[in-house]
């Protein structure tokens, strides 16, 4: 072979070689943006599963959190009916205390005296006048004696 042969022949195989070089390179350049693409979504999804785990802890932490209420509201509930039980108990030994210092012992309703300092001296005497004869009339009468007496203009 001669110079001029191996010339043409290495500039043949050359020329073809330049186009696959360009080609691969083309490849390499869309290879490289897909790789970079993939990663900012890599990173992306890292982000989001760390937020996840962030809220799954939080959850967790929320969900012993309620636990442990549940079981502090439990023992003051507990500790609320033991309370009842021993006013109640209380409140009958005072009623049999009463009873047998010989006077009759009478109920206390909560919440009457609110209402009653919420009554006018009007409401308050048609409350006395349709309570029948006896100790509790007496004692509600001495009790509102002011506001009745206003209401009657007694002075």
């Known amino acids: ?47 989001k599963f760390e937020m996840a785990a962030a809220a799954v802890s939080e959850r967790d932490a929320l969900a012993s ?17 033991e309370a009842n039980n021993k006013i109640e ?27 009653a300092a919420n009554k006018s001296g009007k409401e308050l005497w048609e409350e006395y006048l349709a309570m029948p004869p006896s100790a509790a009339k007496q004692t509600f009468y001495n009790k509102h004696r002011n506001k009745i007496i206003a209401h009657l203009g007694i002075k």
């Open 89 to 115: 108990s209380v409140g009958k030994k005072a009623a049999q205390i009463v009873a047998a210092a010989g006077a009759t012992p009478i109920e206390i309703i909560p919440g009457s005296t609110a209402e």
């Open 1 to 47: 072979m001669t110079l001029e042969e191996s010339f043409k022949a290495l500039k043949a195989a050359f020329t073809n070689k330049n186009a696959e070089a360009e080609a691969h390179a083309k490849e390499v350049s869309a290879l490289k943006e897909k790789n970079d693409t993939l990663a900012a979504e890599i990173a992306t999804l890292t982000e």
């Open 65 to 81: 959190k309620v636990e442990e209420l549940l079981k502090s509201l439990a023992a003051v509930e507990k500790e609320k009916a």
